[in-house]
DNA sequence: TATAACCTGCGACAATTTGCCACAGGCTCG
DNA sequence: CGAGCCTGTGGCAAATTGTCGCAGGTTATA
């Protein structure tokens, strides 16, 4: 790693976006962020990527588009999927598309990271970080889908195919410190 | 195809590998099976087949391990992963393994050929337009700190602060279909 | 404006799932 | 061999969920 890295963050929430970028070059790496396909491509082709971080729902499109063009670009940029709509079917689609790796959002900066450095094997990033707890995960995700849903508690424990008596009950407990 | 394709099925339930051959054989392919990874590797080298089914679980070990000496022998096997045990961190590393495709249980013999038959980008995979439950994606969290941590148990337990017993009794569950 | 269709909070109780302790056996390293 | 770690299991008490039911609030609409 001589210069320091550019990481291309392709997400179409400009919130997540944000701070993911912002976590991103709190660690020294130069990030650029496209919220949809053109503009990603135009990026990087404008200065060359070292990595990038796709979302697999870009909108209309998948990012699972991007992995091509992206990789003729630069044979050996890594490539990382993050998705909070995760399936095995796409996570296997991405891989062959010559993804370097496919995590389930909520995944925090750390992770990515590892993932972006995992197989490059590169003495930067720090591998052994400690993983999410279950709670706190499963605290992240539903706060994400009743957003989505407005705060419907009702809509949100039927698309987490959770009793709406459990889910009033998770949100009366705390945060989950840790 | 022209000559009947030999297909090597790896799988430590004798029920499945019992009724999967007779229906593979009932289509004209020549068929061995194989309950446990020794086995399959002395199968294999007798007479090396075009392609193999592999139980993700078997047994004690992994049938990922099983993947780069078949893959030794014949580079252009199709190998297919199948398992009532998915999860995202597996798919992805049998795909990096080199693996063709990866299916969950229960996968009916089609799907299954034409998951070895199967190019990279030849069919559109639709993007899950709702989110994972909340089961689901503990699950996905469990298998992936546990295949960073080697799938040892008591490790991924303190990973996760969580009680090994409990971390035990989920992985003995089937993953959460939906 | 009455009505149907949802949502929400909450009590109660049974069914499950955890947290914990303990023990036995397997494996590896020095 | 002994120390240290890992794994599978059984048994219980404690905690969390799944279910029902009910009262009261909102909202869209005929």
Redesign the pocket.
């Known amino acids: 790693m001589t210069a320091p890295w550019h990481i291309l963050v392709v997400e179409d929430d400009p919130v997540f976006a944000g701070a993911l970028a912002t976590a991103l070059r709190r660690r020294g790496y130069r990030v650029d962020t496209a919220a949809e396909a053109k503009r990603a491509i135009a990026l990087a082709v404008a200065e060359i990527p070292d990595a990038a971080v796709l979302d697999l729902k870009l909108g209309e499109n998948s990012g699972l588009a991007l992995i091509q063009p992206l990789k003729a670009l630069n044979p050996t940029m890594q490539i990382v999927l993050l998705t909070g709509y995760a399936s095995i079917a796409t996570a296997v689609e991405a891989i062959k598309l010559g993804a370097t790796h496919y995590l389930p959002k909520p995944a925090d900066t750390d992770e990515i990271l590892a993932a972006l450095g995992r197989v490059v094997g590169d003495i930067e990033v720090a591998l052994p970080e400690e993983p999410m707890s279950v709670d706190r995960l499963e605290w992240e995700h539903i706060q994400k889908v009743l957003t989505e849903h407005d705060?419907?508690?009702?809509?949100t424990a039927r698309a987490l195919k959770?009793?709406?008596?459990?889910l009033?009950?998770?949100l009366?407990k705390r945060p989950v410190r840790e």
């Open positions: 705060g419907n508690i009702s809509a959770m009793h709406r008596r459990t009033q009950r998770k009366m």
